[in-house]
Nanobody
Framework: QVQPVESGGGLVQPGGSLRLSCAVS????????IGWFRQAPGKEREGVSC????????YYADSVKGRFTISKDNAKNTVFLRMNSLKPEDTAVYYC????????????????WGQGTQVTVSS
């Protein structure tokens, strides 16, 4: 069964850091892209970052550039999202999702979705 599983969310103070993990089972990452999305209360889900695992190319939303870093560990079949300098507006449920080959702006093109992990940034 193909299933991405997120972990690493929690409560953090503004300016703090978290590292989210997306562990994938049922397929290897070699030919997939993994995207991170988030959905804040009352808002639409938005793309945050993506990595094309085949060639390592990465993408970031303007709102997180310079603060978030996406990376991969092929041996562990896991993608990470390091989040630094967190702000209250980063509060959301974070999802990882997989699609074939390269990253895409089309959320609908991501086939496999995790259940999400809550990130709350608050003092």
């Amino acid at each position: 069964q193909v299933q991405p599983v997120e972990s690493g969310g929690g409560l953090v103070q503004p300016g703090g850091s978290l590292r989210l993990s997306c562990a994938v089972s049922g397929f290897t990452l070699d030919y997939y892209a993994i995207g991170w999305f988030r959905q804040a209360p009352g808002k639409e889900r938005e793309g945050v970052s993506c990595i094309s695992v085949s060639d390592g190319s990465t993408y970031y939303a303007d709102s997180v550039k310079g603060r978030f870093t996406i990376s991969k560990d092929n041996a562990k079949n896991t993608v990470f999202l390091r989040m630094n300098s967190l702000k209250p507006e980063d509060t959301a449920v974070y999802y990882c999702a997989a699609r074939s080959f390269r990253c895409s702006d089309s959320e609908r093109s991501y086939i496999y979705w995790g259940q999400g992990t809550q990130v709350t940034v608050s003092s």
